[in-house]
């Protein structure tokens, strides 16, 4: 359960901003892959355009105000919220008068099959593999370049994105869905990849975000589960990313090779959404600049029963110290006394003898 209790700094600029964004020249038809389950923009520079959405299955063209997951932005680009493999196809922005002005040719690859590697463990990332449909096509992974690495001046790591790619002879490569349509074909290779590599660099001056976004949140672990999701915000696949617990950085590496236990950075995020297992102070970085900070709230139950269990601890230690007192007071008494029976003894007897010498 997450309660937000403030967001800090400035937020007059439109949070869209944030968003991981792609663009192509006017007039053009742009061709990209990318991974479903992360939000994307498509830009196009015409206020009050109109966009369609059409596939090798769709061939009447779609209109995108429509779509509960495309919002369309004053500037003419379309914000994609959690896009789904399903929505792999053409995207075409006309101006206010049905004029073409740019064409996107997106496949939204499948992030839940997506293949991650780390290269400081020895992890291999998926090799070529030959695939007969009518030819014989080659699959192979296309590799955007490295990410920036998630921290400066101390260890870090740094990611990079692999996308499917079918390969004819004597032809261009083409994404593989985009190739495939409604082909049905299965392959364990037909899936994008993630790689990891631990890194280290100076600090340098890096582009800021628009604005600063600061977010504080209070989290308590869900009762049943005993484990919270943590959301870093502005967070994306698509850039560096860091979480660190009690100022411990939270690493792939850790995760990996099984020596992490009480989170779990969600890869089909690219470890934006974090899982929680205990308490701790929180934090995340994106592109090596504080965003959030995530602090441990008690249940008031727990807190209450935990104080009544203290009182009655104490109420006891009271008792117990009360009757410790009780006892070292009768024993001095004790003492006192048999000293002065001791004292007063000698005494009576010596008398006693005194009388006897008079008879």
């Known amino acids: 359960m997450l309660t937000t209790i403030g967001l ?17 020249p006017n007039h053009q038809q742009c061709q990209q892959a990318l991974l479903s389950g992360n939000d994307i923009i498509l830009h196009c520079n015409s206020s009050g355009a ?7 299955e769709i061939i009447k063209p779609i209109d995108l105000s429509n779509v509960p997951n495309v919002d369309i932005m004053l500037d003419g680009s379309i914000l994609i919220i959690n896009p789904l493999p399903s929505q792999t196809g053409l995207y075409s922005c006309q101006d206010q008068n ?17 293949h991650i590697s780390h290269k400081n463990l020895g992890q291999k990332p998926l090799q070529n593999e030959s ?3 009518d030819d014989k096509v080659l699959i192979f992974t296309h590799w955007e370049p490295w990410q920036d690495c998630n921290r400066c001046e101390e260890p870090g790591e740094r990611k990079r994105l692999g996308y499917c790619y079918i390969k004819e002879p004597l032809k261009d490569p083409i994404p593989c869905w985009l190739y495939l349509g409604d082909v049905r074909v299965w392959s364990t290779r037909l899936r994008p990849e993630l790689q990891v590599e631990t890194c280290i660099e100076p600090c340098k001056p890096s582009p800021k975000l628009d604005k600063f976004f600061v977010t504080f949140d209070n989290f308590k672990l869900n009762e049943e589960s005993e484990s919270v999701w943590l959301n870093c915000p502005l967070g994306s696949i698509y850039r560096p990313l860091n979480w660190e617990a009690n100022n411990t950085p939270l690493t792939w590496h850790d995760q990996l090779s099984g020596q992490e236990f009480g989170t779990s950075l969600d890869l089909f995020s690219g470890g934006r959404r974090l899982q929680i297992f205990q308490p701790a102070i929180y934090t995340c970085f994106i592109q090596q600049e504080f965003v959030a900070r995530f602090n441990p709230m008690f ?23 009360k009757a410790l007192k009780v006892i070292l007071f009768m024993a001095t008494v004790l003492v006192f006394i048999g000293a002065l029976y001791r004292f007063l003894r000698p005494s009576q007897k010596k008398r006693c003898n005194q ?3 008079v008879k």
Request: contains cysteine; hydrophobic residues 40%.
């Open 50 to 56: 109109h966009w369609y959405y059409s596939s090798q």
């Open 299 to 321: 249940n008031p139950e727990v807190l209450e029963t935990q104080r009544g269990e203290e009182a009655g601890k104490t109420q006891q230690k009271t008792s117990i110290l």
């Open 131 to 133: 695939l007969n449909i």
């Open 355 to 357: 009388v006897l010498l």
């Open 98 to 114: 049905g004029s073409q002005v740019v064409q996107y040719e997106i496949d939204f690859q499948d992030v839940t099959t997506l």
């Open 8 to 24: 800090l700094l400035n937020l007059v600029f439109p949070i869209l901003g944030f968003y991981f964004s792609i663009s192509c």
